[in-house]
Structures are given as structure tokens and as C-alpha cells.
């Protein structure tokens, strides 16, 4: 017999370790020992389990643009500009916000009847508090007016609203629809200029392609006016009263190198005709050529000259006189022929000239 446990024995041929380790598997020891075990397994204490992952976040929900769009932008607060008049009149120029209903009702009691039919092509009727709200309470997103105001003497005192220009932008995107009125005793003194630039340069910030306006042909003041600022103009086909009025602020995307229509430009201007030009009311300078690009002017400078800074980088070509032109702290001379450069914002003027000084005015480039 085999002994189990740390002893000896011989084995037979038949006697190998499978045979062994079947036998002691189904012997009485080995059932006692699987008994023994048994309580202890079952009374073990369970695993411990892992903990279970954490939910994931909720899911963003998905931009909505429609919504997006909704949303009114806030006060653009970086397009109030402090500006002078030709005639060293300060103004403030800035959106409109629902707080100048009550100087915007002041403004329009104070137009004539006539101004108020060139803007609203009719009577404006009652200035009722939705009328008002209308006018005030704007969509920066789509529309943009501008008012002129004069600059508050100390706090407290409410500003006087004295012109205002509108523009909407229309369902294509590119383009923008005008109007424009200055109060109708502040007329001739450069302040419908100053509204206009003022939307104009905000309309090629916003990437418009052009400026659109409606005005009675019998308005001559105004269609003057947009003439000088490079608008083109045609009779309405729809009504023979209206004339329709367009500004080309970019080449129309039709090409890579589309250019923009210029062939109403003059080919020559000669200064005998630069001479003759009308002066803009509220201006010292004639316009003479207007494009999406260029501006030239005729200017004769009086003395003192009282030049201001402007918003884009000018030439002067000298085309009769002489004198000193002061820039910053430079001081040169010149004569006919010479020309002078002054950088947008850049203080200049010129000083000690000729009776006869005129010169060529060149703007160039955006406004800065």
C-alpha cells in the first residue's frame, strides 16, 4: 500500500503520479478537506465592487443662429466720435439709443414743413411715444443712425439732438438703404457732410457694397448734395417723382479683379474749372472728383489757415502761390508745383501764403 503524506513507497509500473493524484481525489481525505473549506468560502465577505463610472455631462444643446440672430447687439459705445464744424463748432456724433426720444422730439417739432416732406415724402403726422420708440430703439444688428449732438456744458444738462442719418441694411446684405435731414435752421454749415462720412465709413467697416437713397426730384439741395459725395443718379422707373440715388462702396464679386464703374469720372479737370466749382455749403474746399478710392478737392487756403486734422491721408499739389506749410513741428517752404503730404489725424496748415495760393487736395486710402 502507497502511505500518503511525507513518506516513502515503491510503485509499480501502473503505480505512476496520474494514477496517485486520481486516487487521493476521490479518497475520504480529500472529501473531509472540501468539507472543511466549504464554511469558510461561504461566509467570506463579498468583494468589494468597483465603483460604477460617473454619468456623463449633459449634452450642450446646439447653437440656434436664428436665436442668434435675435439678439439684439449692445451700444456700440466705440462709434462716439467728437467732430468740428467749419466753423470750429464741436458736435458729438454717436448712435441713437431709446434715451433721446424726448431731444429726438424736440428735433423734429423744429423742421419745416418742406424739410419734413423731403424726408418723409409727406406730413409725419402725430410724434406719438411708439412713433418715437421706433425711431430710438434701433436693431444695431440691421440698421444704424447717427446723431449729432451738441457736447454736454455740465452734467445733467440733456443733449440737443441736431441732425440725424439712418441707414438699413437691406435683405441681401450688401447693401444699405439712407436718409438723411439737419434740423432747418442749422442748414448749410457742413453737418450733413459730417453725418454722411460718418455713415459711409460705417458702412464699409460693415463690408456693404453699396449705399442706396431715395429723393424727390424736386429736392435740389439734396441731389446736389449726394452728387458731390460720388452718388449716381437716375429716375426712378416706377415713379417719375423719385430719383434714385447709389453709392459704390466695392467692386460687385463678379470677377477676381472686378473693378468698380468710374466712367462718370472726368478724363481732365483744368484749374480754370477748379476755380469756378461751388464751395459745399459749410465748406472751404470744392469737391471736384469723388470715387470709392480717391477724393480731390480745389482748396484756397485763407489766412490764418484754420486747418483741422482729418480722418485719411492727403496730398497737396501746389498749383499756384507760395508760402510756408506747417507739419507738427516742421515748417517748409514751397511754390507752384511742389507737393505736401499730411498723414490722417496729423496736425498741419499752411502759413504766410500768397493772395493767390490754390492747391490740389488729394485724399487717399480709409478713413483711420
Known sequence: MTEIGGGQGTAGPADNAATRSARWLGSET?????????????????????PAPPAPPPALPAPDPAAAARTPLPYPAEEVERASL?????????????????????????????????????????????????????????????????????????EETLGVVR?????????GEFAIIVRSDLKGQG????????????????????????????NRAMLDFVR???????????DASIIEAQLDLAPAMQGTHAMPDLSHLPTRITTAEADAAP???????AELLVSPGIE???????????????????VYIVARGSGRFRRGDVVVT?????CLFAAAHEEHRFEDASPDLAVWVVFGGPPR
Do not use: N
Request: glycine share 8%; hydrophobic share 40%.
Open 167 to 175: 441707414l438699413a441694411i437691406l435683405p441681401d446684405g450688401r447693401s
Open 86 to 158: 467749419p466753423s470750429g463748432q464741436s458736435v458729438i456724433l454717436r448712435p441713437i439709443r431709446p434715451e433721446d426720444a424726448p431731444a429726438h422730439r424736440a428735433f423734429l417739432e423744429r423742421l419745416s414743413e418742406e424739410d419734413i416732406r423731403f424726408r418723409f415724402f409727406g406730413q409725419m403726422g402725430e410724434l406719438s411715444g411708439a412713433f418715437l420708440e421706433r425711431l430710438t430703439r434701433i436693431d444695431y444688428r440691421r440698421e444704424m443712425a447717427f446723431i449729432a449732438t451738441t457736447p454736454a456744458s455740465k452734467p445733467g444738462v440733456r
Open 296 to 314: 480731390l478737392r480745389w482748396y484756397r487756403p485763407p489766412q490764418p489757415d484754420p486747418q483741422t486734422p482729418h480722418d485719411r491721408d492727403e
Open 228 to 238: 458731390r459725395l460720388g452718388f449716381r443718379l437716375r429716375h426712378s422707373e416706377e
Open 334 to 338: 514751397f511754390g507752384p508745383g511742389d
Open 191 to 218: 453737418l450733413g457732410w459730417l453725418l454722411m462720412q460718418k455713415m459711409i465709413g460705417w458702412a464699409r467697416r460693415r463690408a456693404l457694397r453699396r449705399i442706396v437713397g431715395h429723393i424727390l426730384a424736386e
Open 30 to 50: 480529500m472529501r473531509a478537506a472540501i468539507k472543511g473549506l466549504l464554511p469558510r468560502f461561504l461566509s467570506a465577505p463579498p468583494a468589494p465592487s468597483l
Open 279 to 285: 464751395l459745399p455749403p459749410g465748406r472751404r474746399s
